[in-house]
């Protein structure tokens, strides 16, 4: 399960954003490549993919993975409670706030143990590099929606 994880995080993206990205390239092949709009429009979606698979450590995903690793007393370590799963992406997102990343150094999960020599200031950077790349891709999936053309030539 963990390696299945780690290939997830590497990808930068999460599964919904996965999701609108392949929705979108199966429109336009829908709609027809042969029309140069929807070929440019797959095009782009490939290099969103592309791009963010050597720039991106996702933080939605990076925070879930730390909050399945740290098992609180009070949970089952066999089950991942919805409830327990969510106040722990809660105490995370909010001690990501602060610039603390304390949590990463109980995770013990090797590719992840060089954001532990980061200075804070540093982790801090990265964090919202991370986080404003993924609004720049929402507003690149939505953008690339509206260049999509469903009208069939005749």
């Known amino acids: 399960m963990s390696m299945s994880l780690m290939e997830r995080i590497s990808s930068g993206l999460s599964g919904s954003e996965m999701d609108r990205i ?8 829908s709609a027809g490549l042969s029309n140069p709009k929807n ?5 782009g979606y490939i290099h969103v993919i592309r791009e963010r698979q050597d720039t991106v450590i996702h933080r939605d995903l990076l925070l879930n993975l730390a909050a399945t690793w740290v098992v609180r007393d009070d949970e089952d370590p066999g089950v991942i409670d919805p409830t327990i799963h969510q106040k722990k ?7 990501c706030k602060e610039a603390s990343h304390d949590f990463f150094t109980r995770l013990d999960i090797a590719p992840l143990m060089p954001l532990l020599t980061m200075s ?9 590099y991370n986080v404003e790349e993924q609004r720049k891709l929402t507003q690149a999936l939505k953008h690339l ?3 999509l053309d469903t009208g069939r030539k005749k």
């Open 145 to 147: 929606n509206t260049h």
């Open 22 to 29: 392949l929705s979108g390239m199966e429109k336009a092949l």
């Open 39 to 43: 070929a440019a429009v797959v095009a």
């Open 120 to 128: 804070p200031q540093d982790f801090q950077i990265l964090w919202e």
């Open 89 to 95: 992406l809660e105490l995370f997102e909010a001690m």
